[in-house]
């Protein structure tokens, strides 16, 4: 660490949480000519689309903003390139931004080329969550893409002497129906340096309009992958690359004490020491593994940790409440009731199981480190480096290679912070991957949750009272979008036995389960058909919409759940992130309970689809996924140490437990495209545990169900 | 304890001076540099790390590198010939079978595989071959939907041998 020169303290501290620092000044820099647009970052940090507040600077201006969020550049050649600080992981967003840009150039897609995830090139952007690609960054570029297009025809109308309006682009070219001539891109490029911000009016193509967005346009660079020609970051290889292993604690929140023995004879091994961590360099994978596993060191043993055995009861007793969101009174709504309900349901602890584990390369080269690494947050890494390691995030590049999925469970540097500590004590470029049990132990969780519900109902179906206490797994649609006068809603804050943070839905899996179980459960009370005393209990539109495209393409039956001897139908709604989705599910129930999923119809709806064969490949996937929480994962622990940390001891989805499954696509043209990545992962388990009831009469409330 | 083994790679025949216990998956990436052979689990249980060897689909991360010495050894980087994808590579494309493409060349050499034995495999039957590959994606009913292409397409694909 010596090598590196300290910085103050206060450079640090400098540097806000959210680093807007890809600002004009570095963008003037890095400018070299053609013709640049810029989406300014409040654009993008604006929380709803309809909230969005431009500059209120009409018209083109030479103005630019303080802080750009995205810029679309055509380069004097011609080229066109979109810079974004969003990353690709699966989403299939290279594509879909894709589409967005093209369809305002008039250009084919083979003309853009998208550049991600990289601090140094791209502007700032929080992350890659939360399904706001499509609702914030696809607007943003299409309109940079819009204004981009309108300043080329102006730069060719001047040139030609002719009114704008004259002017269109056809097969990427510029052309006027008065004359013969025509401009390519780079024709109009060409000697050009203009800098744009996109004005507040400019236009966008509508959606009914959409002939390239609104299509399926297949993985705009799915050949790399077919071929294998992709370098993911653990696919990477610099000169003279070490390959590291780290030594790792004896159990979750042990503390490194000491080396108590290196063995002697490691040639080509180094081992680096530094606070808590400590791990190796070697010339290959085999020897640096080979040599951090012959290291001995003592841990200091943290105090007892639960388990499994006692997780919910610890969970329960170790709580703080949060605030209450209360309306009318829980109290009230319980006396006018007919029949009252309290269950009480549990989450698991799940793992993202990412296919591709953490990986990272690092080089400190001339004081400047950079980290390629498949992360969801590329800026957030690069401050965790930074106070890792001591370096001002300007000496920092943080670089996303497309990655091998994430599923939420990438938003953290551990992986880079590792490589980046091998990197500078070895003054070589370091790759550390992540063994498939180092991905299981020493990242982080789906969290664990349990939930108490207590209900009134009258016997017309009217639900009178709902109060609802989520533990630990957090607040993502813990509110109900049924009608219900008396509500109680209120999270408690537990310190979580295991490291946990996001997962593809976050806490809307859980609350979903609870809620969409307990509604199950309400109906059974009444003798209602699920479907009905759902409708009878829901006014928003939307919901109901998709409820009905699901129990129509099902073939729902009322009253008739029971399908055959041992099997059954369930029924599930759900709201969040912007989409709507209402799933129907049959199962079959063997006489050793084992269940089976037969058929699963999802209708999802969130707004106007972008990518119609993209958006069903996201549904399909988020019910394959949501299969193994619902049926059968589940992170076994004991004091700290992960019990079933190897995929032949925590069972994902394969092939044969994927059932037929049809996806009902709303298309909301008159509606913002809202993302799609997460929600339609929320409706699975409750339909599959309310069908499994349909089948034996057996209620489950714990997930997994099996 | 390193020796020479002598291999048969995509056709091309060289040798590797390493541990002959190492696994054929690391001598691919690590000295042979074909990194579309991907790591997953280690222990065969995702298929990420698929090869055939003589044709078969093999685990490359549990077969020790002595093992398959001489042996016709095809990876992912093997399958396009001249410029010209193979059938079950063309087919992902057409029913674009992946999203984060990770375990798309392990899925894409067990389907080459399967169609190798078997060229009109049914529905079942190739889900019951393909059941040891994982896509974490969830992918599973397009790469269904793509081997049934690959399968149409040429009334049964053969191909991954080096003959």
Redesign the interface.
Known sequence: MTEIPEVERYELDEEPAYNFNFDRRQFLKAFSGGIALLVPLTNLIAQQPEQQGESGRGGFNRDMPQEIGAWIHIEPDGSIVAYTGKVE????IRTSLTQAVAEELHVPLAMIRLVMGDTDLTPFDMGTFGSLTTPMMAPQLRKAAAAARETLISIVAQQWQVEPSTVRVVDAKFVNHDTTKSMTFADVAKGVKLVKTIPADVKTTPVAQWTVAGT?I??VD??D????????T??M?RDGMLYGAVVRPSRINATFEARVSTPANMPGVQVVEDGNFLGVAGV???TATRAAKQIVARWKEPPPQPGNAELFDYLRKNATPGRARNVGSIADGLAAADKKLEQTYTIAYIAH?????RAAVAEYVDNKLTVWTGTQRPFGVRGELADALHIPVSRIRVIVP????G?GGKHSGECAIEAARLAIATKKPVKV?W??EEEFTWAYFRPAGLIDVKSGVKNDGTITAWEFHNYNSGTSAIQTRYDIPNQQIQFHEVQSPLRQGSYRGLAATANHFARETHIDELGTVLNMDPVEFRLKNLKDERMRAVLEAAANRFGWRAGRQKTGPTRGAGVAVGFEKGGYVATCAEVSVDSAGKVKLERVVEAFECGAIVNP??LE??I??????AIGGALFEQIEFANGSILNP???RYR?????D?PP?EVVLVNRKDLASAGAGETPIVGLAPAVGNAVFAATGKRLRSLPLG | MANVTALNVNGKKLTVNVDPQTSLLTVLRNDLNLTGTKYGCGESRCGACTVLIDGQQTRSCVTPVGKVANRQITTIEGLEKNGRLHPVQDAFLQADAMQCGYCTPGMIMAGVALLNKNTKPSREEIVQHMNRNVCRCGTYLRIIAAIQIASAAKGGAKGGRDD
């Not at chain 1, 992981?89 to 299939?92: L, P, S």
């Not at chain 1, 399909?620 to 996924?625: D, I, L, T």
């Open positions: 992981f699966g989403q299939n399926s297949p993985k799915g050949r992958y077919v071929t294998g020609k992709h370098k993911y653990s696919d290889k290959d994978q085999t199981a990412p296919l591709e584990p497309d990655t091998g999925s599923y991957v063994s498939r064969k993209h490949n996201q399909e996937g988020a019910v394959v996924q190897r995929f032949s994902l989805p394969r092939f044969s994927v499954i």
